[in-house]
C-alpha cells in the first residue's frame, strides 16, 4: 500500500478506534499517544519471535474478567514481566499502538462488544510475552473468553483458580 491509502485507512478507523482503546484504557485516548505504523511492523517481527509453545490456553465466561481470580492472574501476570504493554486489536494495523504502563492497568471491565472482531492482544514492551484475549457468544453457553498466554515469563503464572464455563 502507498502512504496514501495508509492514511486513507488510518483515517477511516482511527474514530472507533479511539473508542474501543479508551474502553480498554478505562480513560481518553488521544492520536498522538499511538505508535507509528513503521514502529507497528517493526514490532509485529519482533513479536513473531515470541515462542508458540509452550502456550497456556483456558477458557472462562466472560463475566469472569471482572472476578478476584482473574485479577490475581493480571497480578501474576505482572509479577513475571513488568514491562509496559502494547494493545493490539484489527485497528491498530491502521492505526499504530497503544501503550499501557503494565498489564494491570488494563480496563478488563470493557464491555463484551468492544469490537466487531472480539480479538485483544495484550504484548509486552520488550516483546517476550503475550496474552491473547478471544470473546466469543456461543448459543449453549453465553459469552465465553478464550484466552492463550505465550512467553518465557507470563507461561509460568497459574491459572488454576480459573475455571471453563459449564
Do not use: H
Not at 483515517?11 to 474502553?23: A, D, P, Q, S, T
Not at 513479536?47 to 501474576?76: C, D, G, R, T, Y
Not at 505482572?78 to 504493554?85: F, G, H, I, L, S
Amino acid at each position: 500500500m502507498n502512504n496514501r491509502q495508509l492514511e486513507i485507512r488510518k483515517r477511516l478507523n482511527l474514530r472507533e478506534y479511539l473508542k474501543e482503546l479508551e474502553l480498554f484504557a478505562g480513560r481518553k485516548v488521544e492520536e498522538k499517544e499511538l505508535t507509528s505504523l513503521q514502529f507497528m511492523e517493526e514490532f509485529r517481527e519482533q513479536v513473531k519471535a515470541i515462542p508458540i509453545s509452550p502456550s497456556v490456553k483456558f477458557a472462562l465466561a466472560f463475566e469472569q474478567l471482572q472476578s478476584p481470580e482473574f485479577a490475581s492472574l493480571v497480578k501474576q501476570l505482572y509479577e513475571k514481566n513488568m514491562a509496559p504493554v502494547y494493545l493490539w486489536t484489527s485497528r491498530t494495523n491502521d492505526c499504530g499502538l497503544f501503550k499501557v504502563n503494565d498489564v494491570t492497568n488494563i480496563n478488563f471491565k470493557f464491555p463484551f462488544d468492544v469490537n466487531s472482531d472480539g480479538i485483544l492482544t495484550i504484548v509486552t514492551t520488550d516483546a517476550q510475552d503475550r496474552m491473547l484475549l478471544d470473546f466469543n457468544e456461543e448459543e449453549k453457553v453465553g459469552k465465553t473468553l478464550e484466552i492463550e498466554i505465550r512467553g518465557q515469563n507470563w507461561v509460568k503464572v497459574s491459572t488454576v483458580n480459573i475455571t471453563s464455563p459449564s
